[in-house]
């Protein structure tokens, strides 16, 4: 399924032109246990409802940016800049 996804910096541009990065995450605090660090790296909470993601504009201006959507619809509500929020991208 094709959609638009607005670029922060380009404007709104085809899906394919970017690369999807994932769900944004909570790093664990301080030292991780097994676990936490297992649930950090493999588990995704993969709501059917609004979501807040990583994409990455790798066919244009190769901006990282945050995205929030409902993957129901893949109707993207909002997207902004990192620099704007205060969470920070998990590792891929």
């Not at 094709?2 to 541009?13: D, Q, T, V």
Request: glycine share 6%.
């Amino acid at each position: 399924m094709s959609f638009l996804l607005p670029c922060p910096n380009c404007g709104p541009r085809d899906v394919n032109e970017f690369a999807y990065a994932g769900e944004v995450t909570q790093r664990p605090g301080g030292p991780p246990s097994q676990r936490e660090l297992s649930a950090y790296v493999y588990f995704r909470r993969n709501v059917a409802g609004v979501q807040r993601e990583w994409w990455y504009h790798r066919f244009g201006c190769e901006l990282w940016f945050l995205a929030d959507r409902d993957t129901r619809t893949n109707e993207v509500l909002h997207t902004e800049s990192p620099q704007v929020s205060a969470e920070t991208p998990a590792a891929t």
